[in-house]
Each structure stands twice: as structure tokens, then as C-alpha cells.
């Protein structure tokens, strides 16, 4: 076999340990040249600690790694990858908030260098990110800091795929459609398939099972650290790959959830706003026990309508009156989510000091009761809730975000796009808990790039350029629909 037959990369019996955990067990995973290879598995089955030992961010604890057949050395590093043609998008965003797009992209250059490097760092960003993303709204010299998650995302991925002197043979994806909406993401699938059609590999890692059934060649399934599955993408269904993660049984909770939505209109109104910086149209209103959700193309107002809610619920406009006390579950959890110091335990009874107290100060048995009891209602894997949050996987993260609202005494809970990396089988759980806190009277406002999600809603507010431009009842939420909605002034 030749040097240009050879799999891009491959593991053989990759092992690694975290104290008592195990991530990988046994993997063996290979990449051909000009392969698109989809990763899937359910949060802390090991996808992320594999892409990291690919990156040479972490060392296996035994096991080969092989790059064009050729075995790595122990001081393998993440500039070797990068030397090796290997680049990285990882699901916790890398970039440097406190510089432009530009000055990022030189981190990863070392050839641009000298005068006029920043000019050159400039149009290689931009042409990169006009051929993946069109009409994308990005400057060079933004710094990154200001963007939005998507934008920030975008920017991230278009790096990873501009090229100077080193070769591009991989990118490793993981996630990269979290913070995108349908179209930009759709834009993203099709430049990289243009890719691997030229020659090169990709790895994409995604709890978004269409993506991978019509993205990619082939699909490996982990489970408790071990491959259990890896066969022609052609050779699954949504169904067989659900039921290879594991996952058997769970859509029909998924059917259960939506088919009990229902309209409560004649309910109790607990949220009026009308987005402070429309010109014109109408208002949202929000009713207790309703779920409402937000669409429209990422970035056209419906964080910031999130935070005017937010905001509100503590000092009420003449655009926003709220009735009720607010919890706030964020998409973007490095930024605006969790305690990166503290346990989980911590990070998960912050929202409920009050029901903590005793004389003043709280106590830990309740701290560690209640912790407890919500590490097993949602399904954080760890050993310990006392464990730092950043032992966790991304997904498991976000669950305990998800617990901190939900076992707080919120009345009204806002979601930005909060599925951010969770697995298909949490958020199916995930739902069938946000649709009985509904019918418990409980109200969510959630924000969703993921069109399926509109489902769960009892109706939604589709928004453009910052003004809410249709409200759709659940029989109008359809893709069709809400991408028609996004792209007119009204529906």
C-alpha cells in the first residue's frame, strides 16, 4: 500500500483512563483519504477524548496512533497535527476573544510573518469565510469577543480550513452546526462534501443524526468508551443508528412529548415584550404553562430578546412586563453558564441558595441532596457531583445548567439554544421534562436553531433583522414555514 493509500489516521487498542473513569476502551478508528467519517454516541461515550488524542492534546494510555501508516511519537503535540495537515474545530470554542479574526488565524500560521502579515491573515480569512459561509457579516478585524456564538463559530471553522504552508488532509468537526441556524449550517455540510470530493477527510462529530446519515460516507457509533458500531452510512436509518448509540425506545417518548402540546392561550399572560429595537411589528406574549419558542436565522434578535425578558423580569419597560421569577439557561456555557471553579454539585444548586439555608448559611447535606438527586433525574455521567464541572463532557455540562434551572423555583425559564452538544437520547429526556414542567404550569421561552425542536412548542415567534415577523401556532411550525418567515419582512 502506498504512502497515498494509506488511512489518513488511525487508532489501534487506544486506551484511556481519567482516575476511575474509563473513556476508551480498546478503539480502533480509521480515516481513508478523501472520507467523510461521522462520530456518534451519546455524551461521555468518548468521542471527544478520541478527537482529543488525535489532536495530541492528550496521550493515550496505550495504544498506537498512526498518521499516513506511520506510528506518532510519544512527544506527539497538537503542533505536530497541525504540521501533519490536521486541523480542529472543537465543540468548546478556541479562538481568542481579545483579538480580531485576523490576528487569530496568525496564531495558527507561523508563515505569516513579516510586514504585511496582518493584510495577508486579512484576505484569507475573508476569502475563506465568503466561500464557506456567503453573506456571513464578518469582518477581518472584528475582534472576536464582540461576535455572536454563531459568528464566532463560523470564524473558528473557516480557520481551520484556510491554508498557507501546510497541507490540509483532515478536519475533525465536532459539533460545528451547534450555534447555526439550518441555512448557514447547510452551507457548511456542502462546502465540506466539495472538500472530501478534492481529496480530503473530515471526522464530524454531531447529535444531529440527519447531518450524519446524509453528510457522511461512513459512521462509527462509541458507547462507554468502545466502538460498538462502524459500517457505510448508507447501511443505517435514523432508527438503526439510535438503536446502535443505544437509544431504543426513547423516540417513542419523543412522540409522546409532542403529541401532548397543546395550546394554552386562555391561560394566565406571565410574559409581555416587544423587541426594543424593531421599527415596527408586533409584541411576544407568553402564557403560563405555555412553551414558546423563538426562530429565524441565527443572530436576528432573539438572544437579545432573551436578555430584554431577562432583564425585565427585574425591572420592568414599557416593552417588557414579566410575572413571575426568571431562570436563564445559556447556549454559549463557557461564556455565560457555568462556574468553571466550582463542583457540579455547585453549579447546580446556585440557582436555590434560598432552599439551602439554615440560620443564614447554607447547608451541605442539602447542597449535596439536591445535587444528587438531579445528577440521576437528568443523567450527569460522572462519579461525584463534587467533581469540577470541567471534568465533564460538553453535553454533560449542559445538563447540569439544564438542572440548575429546572430544580430552581423559576416560574419562567429562557433557553438560548440550549442543546448545544447534548446527545439525541438526553434531549429526548430533556423534553419530556420541559413538557411536564409545562403542564405543571411552569413557562419556557427557548430559542432553537434546530427546526425539529419548533415541535415541542406550542407555538413560536419567527424573527428578522431584530423585529418578530410571524406567529406561528404549532400547525404553521414547519421548516417551509419558518425558513419562508426568516427570508420576508411578514409571514
Keep these: 500500500m502506498t504512502a ?3 488511512p489518513v489516521v488511525s487508532l489501534d487498542g487506544v486506551k484511556k483512563n481519567f482516575g476511575a473513569v474509563r473513556a476508551l476502551a480498546d478503539v480502533d478508528v480509521e480515516v481513508a483519504p478523501g472520507e467523510c467519517v461521522g462520530l456518534v454516541g451519546h455524551n461521555g461515550a468518548g468521542k471527544t477524548t478520541l478527537v482529543n488524542v488525535l489532536a495530541g492534546t492528550i496521550a493515550p494510555d496505550a495504544g498506537t496512533l498512526r498518521i499516513s501508516g506511520v506510528p506518532v511519537p510519544g512527544s506527539y503535540a497538537p503542533a505536530d497535527a497541525y504540521r501533519q495537515g490536521i486541523r480542529f474545530v472543537f465543540q468548546e ?3 481568542c476573544p481579545n483579538l480580531s479574526v485576523a490576528e487569530n488565524v496568525r496564531i495558527v500560521h507561523a508563515s505569516l510573518r513579516g510586514l504585511g502579515w496582518k493584510t495577508r491573515a486579512r484576505d484569507l480569512i475573508r476569502t ?12 477581518p478585524d472584528d475582534e472576536v469577543g464582540d461576535l455572536l456564538i454563531g459568528q464566532r463559530q463560523m470564524a473558528e471553522i473557516a480557520r481551520a ?3 498557507t504552508d501546510e497541507p490540509l488532509r483532515l478536519v475533525i468537526l465536532d459539533e460545528p452546526t451547534s450555534s447555526l441556524d439550518a441555512v448557514t449550517a447547510k452551507q457548511l455540510l456542502t462546502f465540506v462534501r466539495r472538500q472530501v470530493a478534492e481529496g480530503a477527510s473530515c471526522i464530524l462529530i454531531s447529535h444531529l443524526l440527519g447531518d450524519i446519515l446524509d453528510y457522511c460516507d461512513r459512521i462509527v457509533v462509541m458507547k462507554d468508551g468502545k466502538v460498538v458500531a462502524g459500517r457505510s452510512a448508507k447501511d443505517f436509518d435514523r432508527h438503526s443508528l439510535v438503536v446502535a448509540m443505544g437509544t431504543v425506545g426513547e423516540t417513542r417518548k419523543e412522540a409522546k412529548a409532542i403529541r401532548a402540546a397543546q395550546n394554552r392561550a386562555d391561560a394566565p399572560l406571565v410574559v409581555r415584550a416587544r423587541p426594543v429595537t424593531a421599527i415596527n411589528g408586533e409584541g411576544l406574549a407568553a402564557h403560563k404553562g405555555e412553551i414558546v ?12 430578546m432573551l436578555l430584554q425578558i431577562f432583564a425585565g423580569a427585574a425591572r420592568p419597560t414599557a416593552d417588557t412586563e414579566v410575572k413571575g421569577p426568571v431562570a436563564f439557561i445559556a447556549g454559549d456555557r463557557q461564556s455565560d453558564g457555568i462556574f468553571t471553579l466550582w463542583s457540579i454539585g455547585q453549579n447546580i444548586t446556585v440557582g436555590s441558595l434560598k432552599k439551602m439555608l439554615k440560620s443564614g448559611l447554607t447547608v451541605p447535606e442539602r447542597e449535596s441532596e439536591m445535587a444528587k ?3 440521576e433525574r437528568i443523567g450527569i455521567r460522572t462519579p461525584s457531583v463534587a467533581n469540577n464541572i470541567l471534568t465533564l463532557s460538553g453535553g454533560n455540562q449542559q445538563k447540569t445548567l439544564f438542572a440548575r434551572a429546572l430544580g430552581s423555583p423559576a416560574e419562567i425559564v429562557l433557553m438560548d439554544d440550549p442543546m448545544r452538544g447534548v446527545d439525541v437520547g438526553t434531549k429526548l429526556e430533556v423534553y419530556d421534562i420541559i413538557r411536564k414542567e409545562a403542564e405543571a404550569g411552569r413557562t419556557f421561552i427557548w430559542y432553537t436553531t434546530e427546526i425539529d425542536e419548533l415541535a415541542h412548542c406550542d407555538r413560536a415567534y419567527v424573527f428578522r433583522n431584530g423585529s418578530i415577523v410571524a406567529d406561528l401556532d404549532r400547525a404553521e411550525l414547519t421548516e417551509e414555514r419558518v425558513l419562508q418567515s426568516s427570508f420576508q419582512e411578514s409571514a
Aim: no cysteine.
Design 4 to 6: 497515498a493509500q494509506q
Design 93 to 95: 470554542l478556541s479562538l
Design 128 to 139: 475563506k469565510l465568503d466561500e464557506i459561509f456567503p453573506g456571513h457579516g464578518i469582518k
Design 161 to 163: 480550513f484556510t491554508v
Design 293 to 304: 419558542g423563538l426562530a429565524g436565522l441565527a443572530g436576528h434578535g432573539q438572544t437579545r
Design 373 to 375: 438527586s438531579w445528577k
